[in-house]
């Protein structure tokens, strides 16, 4: 089976500009989490989405923004961005109501210049 | 919202010896408290996980302790090696119908030197 996927893997934008971020649960998880880590942090919370529904928000601006769809796949937007959204973002999948462990993507390396 | 401290932030023992984190959490709905390894450049691995109706769990040099009453958690690495090394992560979700969300500490970076 397949593990969670993101893509891309690194990504280089410019201050302003818009960026999409792609997650594939593993099969058969309908839960995805989104998080960023910036270096030497630990990942922060930014959005929690089952059943294409968000049920989960961090403390983030408003231009950060995502979306899960019918095949449980999400994005993670982020407009204007911002020097300070450099960092890696990580997405998790998870089952529901049994087994509760996270499993993480290779995460996405977004650098803002 | 739930909020979790770690310390300490630096770990550094000799090859053999214990290593114990420790974390704390604010949220008491929480009930899925996980830890995650986490090695430079890759993504975060669990390496243990407790449930909030467990007082304790063990699995081969590493276990985990909860106390529900004083929320705090803690992780127990035994006869460390080298290659415990990594920077290691404890969390706490409020898992269920929805899935698991996790709120993070800022990490404990250990070096275990031979």
């Known amino acids: 089976d397949a593990g969670v996927t993101q893509s891309p893997t690194h990504l280089i934008k410019t201050r302003g500009q818009q960026v999409t971020l792609r997650c594939s649960p593993i099969?058969?998880?309908?839960?995805v989490s989104w998080y960023q880590q910036v270096l030497g942090q630990g990942p922060q919370f930014i959005f929690q989405?089952?059943?294409?529904?968000?049920?989960g928000r961090g403390n983030f601006p408003d231009r950060f923004s995502a979306r899960q769809f019918p095949n449980y796949s999400s994005e993670l937007n982020v407009n204007a961005l911002l020097l300070g959204d450099s960092a890696l973002y990580l997405c998790?999948?998870?089952?529901?109501?049994?087994?509760?462990?996270?499993?993480f993507g290779q995460g996405t390396r977004l650098t803002v210049v | 919202g739930e909020n979790v401290e770690q310390h300490p932030s630096t770990l550094s023992v000799q090859e053999g010896d214990s290593a114990v984190i420790k974390c704390t959490y604010s949220?008491?709905?929480?009930?899925?408290f996980p830890w995650y390894k986490q090695e430079l450049g890759k993504r975060p691995q669990l390496i243990i996980d407790?449930?909030?109706?467990?007082g304790e769990k063990k699995d081969q040099r590493i276990a985990v302790t909860l106390n529900k009453t004083a929320k705090h958690f803690s992780l127990h690495i035994t006869e460390t090696q080298p290659e415990d090394s990594a920077v290691y992560f404890c969390?706490?979700?409020?898992?269920?119908?929805?899935?698991?969300?996790?709120?993070f500490g800022k990490g404990t970076t250990l070096s275990v030197s031979s």
């Open positions: 969390a706490a979700s409020r898992s269920g119908q929805a899935g698991t969300a996790l709120i």
């Open positions: 989405y089952y059943e294409k529904e968000e049920r």
């Open positions: 949220d008491s709905a929480s009930n899925y």
């Open positions: 407790i449930r909030s109706n467990v």
């Open positions: 998790a999948s998870s089952l529901v109501g049994g087994r509760t462990e996270a499993f």
């Open positions: 099969s058969g998880h309908k839960s």
